[in-house]
């Protein structure tokens, strides 16, 4: 079978450094997205990998390591605004988009 | 850029009507487009992938007849879910892909903000 895993839910302080990891089993492997999605409200693009290694991008970069079928989203200077659920999606196979649980950050000030 | 409009973003039914839902690629043309339903502090559960101009695929589970999805253009599809019931109330999200090697990223989900649908 196909498997995302993330943790249910992480707490961290505002401007301090998160890191959010996801861990995959799937047939095939053309990809995996990071998106960001707050409460009541639908998912946003934050990050694709396809290669190893790290993508930057502002506040927030991710990690990927193929052999390992691991990433990570690593968000620094935290935020209130960043409180939100990150979903973890790997792209198997047939290109289709296999979707993690999601992972509730929790921002204290 | 890689703008998806949904329209209406809330609805509330009686039970037994219809409920037909827009989901349009504002910028970019979208070969394929998905539809998703949410239950509250769920994941999303993908219903059914929609390729403009043929027939869409539906999940294991998914009513094809009661969810019903129409892809008529490269920018718009509809999802229309009949003789709605209680149970039926989610938050329903569309997604659009933009065509290979263009704009938007290829294969990246663009998603709409959403539509709530209450029945009652």
């Known amino acids: 079978g196909q498997n995302i895993d993330q943790p249910t839910e992480m707490t961290a302080t505002e401007g301090a450094i998160v890191q959010i990891n996801c861990t995959y089993q799937t047939s095939g492997f053309n990809g995996l997205f990071w998106y960001q999605q707050h409460a009541g409200e639908a998912p946003t693009f934050l990050s694709y990998n396809v290669l190893d290694g790290l993508e930057e991008k502002g506040r927030f970069s991710s990690f990927l390591s193929r052999s390992k079928g691991y990433s990570y989203l690593l968000l620094k200077e935290l935020q209130m605004k960043d409180s939100a659920s990150y979903l973890c999606?790997?792209?198997?196979?047939?290109?289709?988009?296999?979707w993690g649980a999601g992972t509730k950050l929790i921002i204290k000030p | 850029g890689a703008v998806v409009s949904q329209h209406p973003s809330r609805v509330i039914c009686k039970s037994g009507t219809s409920v037909k839902i827009e989901c349009r690629s504002l910028?970019?043309?979208?070969?394929?487009m998905f539809w998703y339903r949410q239950f509250p502090k769920q994941s999303l559960m993908l219903m059914a992938t929609?390729?403009?101009?043929?027939?869409?695929?539906?999940e294991q589970g998914v009513e094809k007849d009661k969810f019903l999805i129409n892809h008529a253009s490269l920018t718009l599809s509809t999802l229309t879910v009949t003789s709605a019931h209680p149970e039926d109330s989610s938050f329903y999200i569309c997604?659009?892909?933009?065509?290979?090697?263009?704009?938007?990223?290829?294969?990246?989900?663009?998603f709409g903000p959403g539509t709530r649908l209450t029945v009652l």
């Open positions: 910028d970019f043309q979208a070969t394929t």
């Open positions: 999606a790997v792209v198997d196979s047939n290109y289709q988009l296999i």
């Open positions: 997604s659009a892909r933009g065509l290979a090697g263009g704009f938007p990223m290829p294969d990246t989900q663009y």
């Open positions: 929609s390729n403009e101009g043929s027939k869409a695929t539906y």
